[in-house]
């Protein structure tokens, strides 16, 4: 399972590191798209269908399912890691994240978000404050559905 948080750096060229305990999982070969929130999602590339459950299936006439393969197939990028785990952040994902010196690897389970690391703070201490609140509404949604 991806979890934790780890922080690197991005060279000039564009060129960081995933962590050893996400590569683990992840294999040598990722796959890198837009995200939510300004972030990027990295998954393996066995787990790729996985991120696109929410329009599996759906009927391609659905404006929505179009907008979303458009967004997250769209802004992909299949990246190949070297053996210690560097590769290139093309740069159309990185103007994305407003990605600048240092960035925040983030494991949610199944993918990892890649952050900004000044923007992942600014986002981090609001979710802090919203936690509870968030929290509350996912339970309620949950009852409705039982």
């Given at each position: 399972?991806?979890?934790?948080?780890?922080?690197?750096?991005?060279?000039k060229k564009g060129r960081t590191a995933i962590p050893k305990k996400f590569r683990e999982i992840l294999g040598s070969n990722v796959i890198?798209?837009?995200g939510y929130e300004s972030s990027l999602i990295v998954v393996s590339e066995s787990q790729w269908q996985a991120l696109l459950e929410g329009t599996a299936g759906r009927p391609f006439i659905e404006y929505e399912t179009r907008e979303t393969q458009r967004f997250?197939?769209?802004?992909?990028?299949?990246?190949?890691l070297?053996?210690?785990?560097?590769?290139i952040l093309p740069s159309y994902?990185?103007?994305f994240a407003?990605?600048?010196?240092?960035?925040?690897f983030l494991g949610l389970?199944?993918?990892v978000e890649i952050w900004d690391k000044k923007r992942w703070e600014e986002y981090h201490a609001k979710l802090e404050k919203n936690i509870e609140r968030i929290s509350a509404k996912l339970a309620k949604k949950g009852e409705k559905s039982e």
């Open positions: 399972m991806l979890i934790g948080q780890y922080e690197a750096k991005i060279d890198i798209t837009l997250l197939l769209g802004g992909a990028s299949s990246v190949e070297d053996n210690k785990g560097r590769f994902l990185r103007e407003k990605i600048k010196e240092e960035v925040i389970s199944r993918y």
